[in-house]
């Protein structure tokens, strides 16, 4: 009878052999992308919240600049001598601010170049209140230029949140363009008291203009905190906001009252647009220290929401390298166990034990079994007579 030979184990080829390592590396490969992709963004939401606060810094700093300024301005129009040690305080606080971060802000020029007008008002006497109200102007609008410059290099414009960026707006933009606007309102009513009537029509134009330029930029700070209120999710913003804003939004009603012409002549009492000044410039300084505190409270919330989420992210990376390598750990070790058979399946067919090549295979029997088969071939035993092929026929 016919007996089947034992199946020899197959190695298994290359390309089994491999593809288990090309699965770890396809799998590797989209990981490490969305991580880096992941890590970048998160990167650069990180400085551009760090850059805002940095302009956040550079605004608190130019607030007592401004109002330094405005009250320098009223002095010299009012032709009454003034001490400059406020503006001067200010200006070198401003200064240390400006060295410390005007270089990442790239202000560091515009500031050079304020100041340098700063420090030439100073040699102006109060004897001519028109020029004076000309060249504090032109200093004040390099002042609320370097306010833009700052929002924009800082990245403030372009904040991606609609409460912050209502609140940098409100504060970098509106704030100081009202108070400014403010005082050339309130200066313009003194000298318009001391010009000829063949300038009235020429001063009631500018009156007119300056008033526009004083309330828009007011009721537009008004909107602002409004819009920042409602669109956060902050408990605190309302409260710490609102209380301020309608101390300001009355002194501005005020102003709007007091600096209204009066019939047809025109008229507007100096006096009490300088109160109704007073007051409002009083509540913008009150207002301003608030809105900056809250937009870097904000900015700092995000900025450790983000350093959470590249911790998450890096833990996640983390894990998944180390389920990788666990991966591979598993396919290494099957890739073991099967060369560890496969070399044990070759020992057991080249053993001594084996039968020779040249030696009939014989079933197994049991030791002892007088049923043992005996070779059909030449093969017999020693000292035996062997059977030839007539030796039947004998």
């Known amino acids: 009878m016919t007996v089947p030979a034992p ?5 298994p080829s290359a390309a089994g052999r491999v593809l288990p390592l090309l699965l770890l590396v396809v799998l590797l490969a989209p990981l490490a992308l969305l991580f880096a992709q992941s890590w970048r963004l998160t990167g650069d939401d990180r400085d551009l919240a760090a850059r805002e606060r940095l302009g956040v810094q550079y605004l608190r700093a130019l607030a007592p600049v401004t109002d330094a300024l405005v009250d320098a301005q009223s002095a010299a129009v009012a032709a009454r001598p ?33 100041r340098a007008k700063i420090e030439a008002l100073g040699d102006r006497g109060p004897a001519d209140p028109e020029a004076a109200f000309a060249a504090y102007g032109e200093v004040t609008d390099l002042l609320l230029a370097l306010h833009r410059k700052v929002r924009e290099t800082s990245g403030l414009v372009r904040d991606p949140r609609s409460d912050s960026f209502f609140l940098q707006d409100a504060a970098g933009r509106d704030l100081p363009e009202a108070v400014v606007a403010t005082g050339r309102l309130a200066d313009l009513t003194v000298l318009a ?29 008004v909107a602002d905190l409004r819009a920042a209120v409602d669109s956060s999710a902050s408990t605190d913003l309302g409260p710490n906001v609102l209380t ?41 300084r009150l207002l301003q220290p608030v809105i900056l505190g809250e937009l870097d409270a904000l900015l700092a919330e995000r900025a450790d929401g983000l350093d959470r989420d590249r911790r998450l992210t890096v833990a996640a990376g983390v894990l998944a390298v180390l ?7 598993v396919w290494l070790a099957a890739a073991r166990r099967a060369r560890r058979r496969a070399a044990e399946g070759r020992r057991e067919q080249e053993g001594p034990d084996a039968p020779a090549a040249d030696t009939p295979w014989q079933p197994p029997t049991r030791d002892g079994d007088p049923r043992q088969l005996q070779p059909a071939g030449p093969v017999g035993e020693p000292g035996r007579a062997q059977w030839g092929p007539f030796d039947a026929a004998r």
Do not use: F, I, K, M
């Open 323 to 329: 389920l990788c390598g666990a991966l591979g750990a």
């Open 244 to 284: 301020p804003l309608d101390t300001y939004q009355r002194a501005v009603e005020a102003l709007a009252a007091h600096s209204a012409p009066a019939g047809r002549s025109g008229v507007v009492d100096p006096a009490q647009v300088a109160g109704a000044r007073l007051n409002a410039q009083a509540a913008a």
């Open 193 to 221: 008291a001391r010009r000829a009537a063949a300038d009235r029509d020429r001063t009631t134009g500018e009156l007119a203009a300056l008033r526009v330029a004083a309330l828009a930029p007011a009721g537009d700070l």
């Open 7 to 11: 199946q020899a184990r197959r190695r």
């Open 82 to 114: 003034a001490s400059g040690a406020a503006l001067t305080r200010a200006v070198e606080a401003a200064a240390s601010v400006d060295a410390r971060v005007g270089g990442e802000l790239r202000s560091q020029e515009r500031w050079a170049g304020l």
